[in-house]
């Protein structure tokens, strides 16, 4: 068996790519939460997983009960549903990584039913289950290590096991057909990547949103960085109307303590909230972050659009309203003031607010 992704020949093989994009206390949490899952719970989960990914499938259905045949959760790609192209999902929840004394009789059960024309070979067979799978496991690294293990227990380990109250016994047409058959198809999925895929459905923030780590803290480079150009020069805009004097460089403040205190502020504020930018947009599902950074133009908006004695009055009425406000989703209990007051800057370095009338 292989893991999901990539497809490496053999059996249950780790993987060799991780959820990249999942932080480590994100994947944690979320791990720690599906281990404490009833074994419904967990096809229920794979059921929720498969169904958001809407482009993979175009429908899943959950059998998990007595008489599945060695089907948990099925996906199909076409109307011809288990004689097309199918994909079946074994959910194996337990206490410790899957050995393969319980993969052995499932995937026995499949190609006896298969073997007497129930259903169509899947394209797939994966295994999923929330602690993985064991070194035991994982080293039947081949279809044909697979294949001669799954021979050699059969009579003695699966027989009695596909059909209650029948001994099928690994012999005759269904001996040459195990020997034919195409033990490629058995993967499993490691549970980072099905957590990765997850994040991306509607389903995650109803059930992991509370689980989103903190954000970093921002690093404030020493130098002005090109990013951020725009932002810096209308501020410098506001400090010239304010003192009557104009400046062309962020080091012309030098002679402006209170000035440059204030500049040095607003530069915390605004890589703090690339930070959070950066972090979140790879922990949250698309569009999320861009959530945010709207409900801080729809609260300030209508400030900068009222007449202002100066630009640095309408800056600092707008930092006031984003520090204050309660902005919604799953990113409200990670922004702090100083985030949404860098937002403001956010907003500025694309124009989208301007703080000194031309």
């Known amino acids: 068996m292989v893991n999901a992704r990539p497809r490496l020949p053999g059996l249950l093989a780790y993987a060799t790519e991780t959820a990249q994009r999942m932080s480590a206390a994100t994947l944690a949490a979320a791990i720690k939460a599906i281990r404490l899952y009833t074994s419904t719970e967990w096809e229920l989960f794979v059921e929720e997983w498969l169904r958001g990914l809407k482009k993979r499938y175009g429908d899943v259905k ?41 993969v052995g009789p499932e995937i026995a059960k499949l190609i006896y039913f298969v073997f007497l024309g129930r259903f169509k070979a899947p394209r797939h067979m994966y295994f999923v289950a929330p602690r993985d799978v064991s070194t035991e496991l994982s080293d039947l690294n081949s279809p044909a290590r697979l294949r001669s293990y799954i021979e050699q227990h059969w009579n003695k380990s699966y027989a009695n096991s596909i059909v209650e109250g029948r001994s099928i016994k690994l012999s005759g047409p269904l001996t040459e057909y195990v020997a034919d058959f195409n033990f490629s198809i058995f993967s499993y999925y490691q549970t980072s990547e099905m957590l990765d895929d997850h994040r991306t459905t509607a389903h995650w923030v109803e059930r992991f949103g509370g689980l989103l780590p903190p954000p970093p803290a ?12 725009v932002y810096l020069n209308q501020l410098l805009a506001v400090y010239g109307e304010k003192v009557g004097y104009k400046f062309n460089t962020c080091s012309d403040l030098s002679g402006y303590l209170a000035l440059a205190d204030d500049l040095k502020q607003q530069r915390e504020r605004f890589f703090q909230a690339e930070a959070f930018d950066h972090h979140y947009r790879d922990e949250t599902p698309p569009g999320t972050v861009e959530e945010f950074v709207e409900d801080i133009f729809d609260a300030i908006d209508p400030i900068v659009k009222l007449p202002h004695p100066n630009g640095y009055d309408r800056l600092n009425r707008c930092l006031a309203q984003a520090a204050s406000m309660n902005t919604g989703g799953i990113l409200a209990s990670h922004a702090r003031p100083r985030t949404k007051q860098g937002v403001c800057h956010q907003l500025a370095n694309v124009r989208r607010v301007i703080w000194v009338s031309s």
Not at 70 to 99: M, S
Not at 218 to 229: C, D, K, Y
């Open 62 to 102: 959950r059998l998990g009960a007595s008489g599945d045949l060695g089907r948990d959760v099925v996906a199909f790609t076409d109307e011809k549903r288990l004689e097309g192209i199918w994909d079946n999902y074994q959910c194996k929840h337990y206490e410790r990584p899957l050995p393969p004394s319980i």
């Open 218 to 229: 921002a690093t404030i480079p020493i130098e002005i960085q090109l990013i951020e150009s």
